[in-house]
């Protein structure tokens, strides 16, 4: 079993930056590949970014490439999403996933996070 828990969400100025980051308890951290979602008011949850089990490989969604960086810290259990050049359709409820596999892009993984919310204001 492992527990997500993120934070780092907010409210930002179009232009700005925020870095998101998500805790995991549980079993052993380094194991999973981990991701993040996102859900945005009145559409489907969809894919933004994974890495793998132990960093060497991340994965973007295209909106995202060049303005968002997914990272581990295996020391630290924690995976982050660092946002730049934020957008107001980048607003969203964020969730961080993992899985023992590869994080698939259709939302189909093991766990789930409850979320934090990411609002860019035009």
């Known amino acids: 079993q492992v527990r997500l828990v993120e934070s780092g969400g907010g409210l930002v100025q179009a232009g700005g930056s925020l870095r998101l980051s998500c805790a995991a308890s549980?079993?052993?951290?380094?194991?999973?590949?981990m991701g993040w979602f996102r859900r945005a008011p009145g559409k489907e949850r969809e894919f933004v970014a994974a890495?793998?089990?132990?960093?060497?490989?991340?994965n973007y969604t295209d909106s995202a490439k060049g303005r968002f960086t997914i990272s581990r810290d295996i020391a630290k259990n924690t995976v982050y999403l660092q946002m730049n050049s934020l957008k107001p359709e980048d607003t969203a409820i964020y969730y961080c996933a993992a899985d023992l596999n590869s994080i698939s892009v259709t939302g189909v993984v093991a766990y789930w996070g409850q979320g934090t919310q990411v609002s860019v204001s035009s």
């Open positions: 890495i793998s089990r132990y960093g060497f490989t991340t």
């Open positions: 549980g079993r052993s951290f380094s194991g999973y590949a």
